[in-house]
């Protein structure tokens, strides 16, 4: 990174203001939201000043930021969106090799290779039997893992596409990181568990099914999300205490010698005093910084890798974002109704089942950042602390997990920032470049490509590449009671329950409930209502009753039947009388009989029971639960 191109102005012809202002709007960031350790950032004082021989303060400006910028996607609107069946977990952009891998919570994996314009799909892999609970590409993207709940990580060949290795683990994992440099002989994967303390390191080929090293003490409760710096090596581990630790994958194990010698001078105590746990660590391209997520604090932290010290801090917490929409100072005035939705999506991501999705990323000079917020994807000039970009601000769904490929240079090693500056034709033509950014969304089965095209077709844009699920109403008619389902499992915040559906009593209900099961609807939606001796109800998105509508986009009938609400575990539709049935339903905990041919009857509980129980009496305040009780996502078996 250039700080200071005073020694190259006198050679190139173009004007250093060319490049070092900013590429299009930027916005400071309000002092609320944003913290620093340099203050050179701020801007000049409003009213009168006493007279003073001292100069005036400067913006700080980044040395050809129009030149970064310009390497990131130019449109703020996705060109593209792709399909999995079930919600997206994490993406990734494998360095060096460019292929972007997708995964998805039903333990899909799938394989799209970076062409000259877009991506290609190349191989898919029913991986995992449960959720995908962490991935990881190593340091020269020839290696990718992922870790199940299944208690199993799969080892795959980038370049092959193809399945390598499976290690069996004794517990579920938690997080999973390569920590070995390019070019490595043996490459190293560094595991932790639920539950454990400890960080296991095996041989990253998957050729031994015992761990080659142990890390026993390192920590003291379990290890939340690693990251590994190439340029130190060293790796960078994090438990839910809020506690950081640096240690090198190799000898004793122990923190490098080239980074801060004692705890007590750096800032890693910081997720300790904010009693919040970072879910996820970035390290910069560079190797001299990394970034952070925490929750319960929601805030984004900048380090330097070598002194572990506090450069920035970006508040993203729902009461910083409700102050801010309060007093106009946000980058967007949202209007009362828009603001309320989009803050409601805000509160669902505090589900834990969520959190370890969002993520952080730098660009590839590393002064920039971006993460995802209820504005869209907020682009930052670390250097400036301003945001220069927003991606998606008008997109209808909120980004989580991000992913950035900006290309690479025909001839690498041979452009410098300042050739790249000028005006040579050849040079451009050489270094033209095809930047992507993906992200998904809270909720959603589509991951969104974000790119150079600025003319997109809203109608075009979102591509349904997953096989239609009927050809023509003879296979839907024939299709019908396989596609619909005859069992689900609601996995919940206290844990799942099993649910027998009945698609010939019921079939709209049926039909109703698996779609949006399967599209992701229910997913992270509260049991809004609780009555002790009667019921428990969910399945509306809003979360106080009065949301959701049904796949059709309107309110659809009843269906009774012989079936009766004459024993407990019974599932049936809420409604708001007769014929307006949406999205809500609820399962009774007693015999119900004056809820027949009031209430359609779709299933009824089988397993799980005891969880129904404990739903039941969790305390609650005016039938309102005290405490947050969500669907984490629903299976249709």
């Not at 669902?348 to 993460?371: C, G, H, R, T, W």
């Not at 779609?515 to 509306?540: E, L, P, V, W």
Request: with cysteine; charged share 25%; glycine share 6%.
């Amino acid at each position: 990174m250039i700080r200071d191109g005073s020694s190259e102005s006198s050679t190139r012809k173009r004007s250093r203001t060319d490049f070092e202002g900013s590429a299009g709007t930027s916005f400071a960031l309000n002092d609320g939201q944003a913290n620093g350790s340099d203050d050179n950032s701020s801007e000049d004082d409003i009213g009168p000043a006493l007279p003073s021989s001292a100069p005036k303060k400067k913006r700080r400006k980044l040395p050809y930021e129009k030149l970064y910028i310009n390497a990131l996607p130019s449109s703020q609107r996705y060109s593209k969106s792709l399909m999995h069946k079930d919600q997206l977990s994490f993406l990734t952009i494998t360095p060096y090799t460019d292929f972007l891998i997708t995964s998805s919570i039903d333990g899909v994996v799938k394989f799209w290779k970076k062409v000259a314009v877009g991506i290609e799909a190349v191989k898919e892999f029913k991986a995992h039997l449960g959720e995908i609970k962490s991935v990881s590409v190593s340091q020269d993207g020839r290696s990718y893992a992922t870790a199940g709940a299944d208690k199993t990580i799969k080892i795959f060949d980038v370049i092959t596409f193809d399945l390598l290795a499976i290690i069996q683990l004794e517990a579920v994992p938690r997080s999973i990181c390569y920590v070995h440099r390019r070019g490595a002989s043996i490459p190293l994967l560094a595991v932790s568990e639920d539950g454990g303390h400890a960080i296991s390191i095996y041989d990253g080929r998957g050729e031994t099914q015992t761990p080659i090293h142990t890390i026993p003490s390192l920590h003291r409760s379990t290890v939340t999300a690693m990251a590994y710096n190439n340029e130190h090596d060293c790796a960078i581990s994090v438990d839910e205490s809020g506690m950081v630790e640096y240690w090198s994958p190799g000898g004793a194990y122990e923190k490098p010698n080239s980074v801060w010698e004692y705890k007590s001078s750096t800032d890693l105590f910081a997720f300790k005093k904010a009693k919040s746990t970072p879910t996820s660590v970035v390290i910069a391209p560079n190797g001299a910084s990394f970034a952070t997520f925490s929750f319960p604090d929601r805030q984004v932290r900048i380090f330097d890798f070598t002194s572990a010290k506090l450069l920035r801090s970006y508040d993203e917490s729902i009461a910083t974002i409700t102050d801010m929409q309060q007093a106009g100072t946000s980058l967007q005035k949202l209007d009362d109704v828009e603001f309320g939705r989009r803050l409601a999506v805000e509160r669902e991501i505090e589900n834990p089942a969520l959190q370890n999705k969002i993520n952080v990323i730098f660009d590839e000079s590393s002064n920039f950042i971006m993460y995802g917020s209820i504005m869209g994807v907020k682009v930052i000039n670390t250097f400036t602390n301003r945001v220069v970009k927003v991606f998606g601000k008008d997109e209808p769904f909120r980004p989580l997990n991000l992913a950035l490929y900006q290309g690479q240079p025909q001839k690498k090693g041979v452009v410098t920032v300042s050739m790249a500056a000028s005006a040579n034709p050849l040079l451009q033509e050489a270094e033209e470049r095809d930047p992507m950014l993906v992200t998904t969304g809270s909720g959603k089965v589509r991951f969104y490509i974000f790119t150079n095209e600025e003319e997109v077709s809203r109608s075009t844009r979102d591509v349904q590449n997953e096989k239609p699920k009927h050809l023509n109403a003879r296979h839907q008619l024939e299709a019908k009671p396989t596609e619909s389902g005859s069992a689900a499992i609601i996995h919940t915040t206290y844990g799942d329950i099993h649910i027998r559906l009945f698609p010939e009593a019921a079939p709209k209900a049926v039909e109703n409930f698996v779609t949006h099961s399967r599209n992701g609807y229910y997913n992270a939606t509260k049991f809004h209502r609780i009555i002790k001796k009667f019921m428990i109800q969910c399945g509306d998105p809003l979360g106080d009753g009065t949301g959701g509508e049904s796949i059709w986009g309107k309110e659809f009938a009843d269906e009774f039947s012989t079936l009766k609400h004459d024993k407990p575990y019974t599932v049936s539709m809420a409604n708001a009388g007769p014929n307006t049935n949406g999205s809500q339903f609820f399962i009774t905990t007693e015999k119900t009989p004056w809820l027949d041919n009031k209430h359609t009857i779709f299933g009824r509980a089988v397993q799980g029971l005891d969880v129904v129980h404990r739903i039941e009496n969790t305390k609650t305040f005016k039938e309102k639960p005290e405490e947050d009780i969500k669907i984490v996502n629903i299976d249709i078996v």
